[in-house]
């Protein structure tokens, strides 16, 4: 199992979290943890207050210029993500290749920590999972949840 793989292991035992049998309780609530701890060990060169600022002052470039309701608050497009309306995106790309200009080297690091990250990411994870036997696997658990956790399953 890859690294990237815990992600959607870790989201697989929050959906089965509720199911009832002891043993099977245990098992998620000890590889949830575990998961956890590997995830936030992966995290941490993510998260430097340089690159904290740099993101906090592109939300605020794109807050600018993106769509905002009767409150003054921003409009998610379909993604998520801010909307920018058509009208304003060529300022708004302006004002965020100044800021890319401005803050050259912190980009260029953020790229290098970014990259290292990824390649983190496709390594072998070294988390050893607590595996359950199948006799463990309440009876009203689905295949689709059941092929989330397929990884702790003997």
Request: proline share 3%.
């Amino acid at each position: 199992m890859k690294n990237k793989d815990l992600f959607d292991l870790r989201t697989g035992l929050g959906q089965v979290a509720n199911l009832k049998g002891a043993k099977f309780a245990y098992a998620v609530a000890k590889n949830h943890k575990l998961i956890n701890a590997e995830i936030e060990s992966l995290q941490k060169g993510l998260q430097s207050d340089e690159l904290k600022d740099l993101e906090a002052k592109e939300r605020e470039i794109y807050k600018k210029y993106c769509r905002m309701d009767e409150a003054g608050e921003p409009i998610p497009d379909a993604k998520g993500n801010f909307d920018i309306p058509e009208e304003n995106k060529k300022a708004c790309d302006t004002a965020l290749a100044t800021l890319k200009e401005e803050n050259k080297e912190s980009y260029e690091a953020r790229e290098a920590v970014v990259k290292d990250y990824n390649e983190l990411l496709d390594e072998d994870s070294s988390v050893e999972l607590f595996k359950i036997p199948e006799s463990y696997l309440p009876e009203e658990i689905s295949g689709a949840q059941t092929a989330q956790i397929f990884e702790i399953i003997k």
